[in-house]
């Protein structure tokens, strides 16, 4: 098993581990993607590519900083207004972790 697959599957592993679910959390907002570490995490990987800190990540922010992210912004973007809110990234991040453990529990019959 490649070093990245193992790297991500470890990511997703722990962040589900650590009660990732998709309801929002209540202090928030966010959906709660795992343990307050996780929504922090989340939160600033957001923060960091939001340039301009408007609170709108826009595909162009993305493109430099959250390659995921920016490949799936139309999807993310379903209301086409060109920019994700902090709380459709969390989902998003949400979903692609939950997607990358299902693949490693699919795959990675580790023995």
Known sequence: MN???LTSAVLALSLLASGAASAADATGGLPQVAAPQGQQTVRSM??????????QLTRAE???????TYASFDSID????GWISVEQFAE??????????????KVGQWH
Do not use: C, I, W
């Open 78 to 81: 379903a209301a086409k207004r």
């Open 3 to 5: 070093t990245r697959l």
């Open 46 to 55: 957001f923060t960091f590519a939001d340039r301009n800190k408007d609170g």
């Open 92 to 105: 998003f991040t949400n979903q692609r972790v939950g997607k990358q453990a299902e693949d490693v529990l």
């Open 62 to 68: 993305a493109k430099g900083h959250l390659p995921a």
